[in-house]
């Protein structure tokens, strides 16, 4: 089903009429017997959007990070993850503000998104009668979850909706976590967070709690393009979290931030040894390092079996 819209902007006596198509389908993610996809965008499109990514997807386009990449990015932090990803011009990529359930540890995965908006009774008969069509059953939040893969994490946009935007209570998050073996990132709200805290090992992130159920709102897409807070969160980025939020990681530099931070990692071990030793003091180790320190950075490299050197001067 094909919907055209005419937005008019106004500004002054200017008024600018734009004609935006959207389309509004199910789209086979690959096999007959796969799950569809709700959305605007076509597997085709998706794999366009993305085109920077070079590497393996899944059967609707998504980008999928291999999972050894994955395991190198467990012990990123935004700061580290933020200057790598400011070197190829991506400086929204982070955003804070979360309450978390069953904090501590790190979530990474790889991104599968969702977006509700303000319940319209005309489309919601639409995307009712697709679903109907396409044999899915329950309320929309749940048509999502069917279509996680392992190592997904959900990151959802209820346009920060928290009274009765609650996308999942302690059911439907058992059943993310049964799917995917990780988190929710939700822009919005959960409830029986309670419950959901015996989920041992799965990381939710929302921006409140409320007790009461999900309502007046629609689902209208899946695994396309989505805002969260200051962030543009891509189908098939990175989800990486740490104690101050989460850092969105394009999969294109997720090798790039892993192989980073682990650069850093070794350079602030070392740092916290020598000021841990008195050998130099935190305005050496913070400034500029000497041909020396570097040397001697060198050598503690090469007695932990390391190959990788920092250039000497």
């Known amino acids: 089903m094909v919907i055209h819209l005419i937005i008019i902007i106004r500004s002054g006596n200017l008024t600018i009429g734009i004609r935006l198509t959207l389309t509004l389908a199910f789209v086979l993610s690959g096999a007959k017997s796969a799950y569809p996809q709700l959305g605007m965008f076509s597997t085709e499109q998706r794999i366009t959007l993305t085109r920077e990514w070079k590497g393996e997807r899944f059967p609707d386009g998504r980008p999928r990070v291999p999972d050894s990449v994955l395991a190198g990015l467990k012990d990123v932090d935004a700061e580290e993850a933020l200057e790598e990803l400011s070197i190829h011009g991506y400086e929204a990529q982070f955003e804070g503000g979360w309450r978390e359930v069953n904090p501590g540890g790190r979530m990474v995965g790889r991104v599968f998104t969702a977006v509700f908006m303000p319940l319209r009774p005309d489309i919601n008969a639409v995307i009712n009668d697709h679903g109907k069509a396409e044999g899915l059953v329950g309320a ?170 920092m250039p000497e001067k």
Do not use: C
């Open 140 to 309: 929309q939040n749940t048509w999502p979850i069917d279509l996680l893969s392992p190592g997904d994490v959900l990151v959802v946009d209820i346009f920060g909706k928290i009274k009765e935007g609650t996308f999942a209570g302690d059911k439907l998050s058992t059943a993310i976590f049964a799917k995917s073996q990780n988190g929710l990132v939700v822009n919005g709200a959960v409830r029986s967070a309670t419950n959901i805290s015996e989920l041992r090992g799965m990381h939710v992130f929302v921006r409140d709690f409320d007790p009461s159920a999900l309502s007046d709102s629609m689902l209208m897409a899946i695994n396309v393009p989505i805002r969260i807070g200051r962030t543009t969160v891509l189908p098939g980025d990175v989800a990486v979290s740490d104690v101050e939020g989460i850092t969105f990681i394009p999969p294109q530099f997720a090798q790039d931030v892993a192989d980073f931070s682990r650069m850093i990692q070794r350079i602030d071990d070392w740092g916290h040894q020598m000021l841990r030793e008195g050998r130099y003091g935190p305005g050496q180790i913070d400034g500029e390092w000497s041909k020396q320190m570097i040397h001697e950075y060198n050598l503690w490299l090469e007695q932990k079996g390391l190959k990788e050197r």
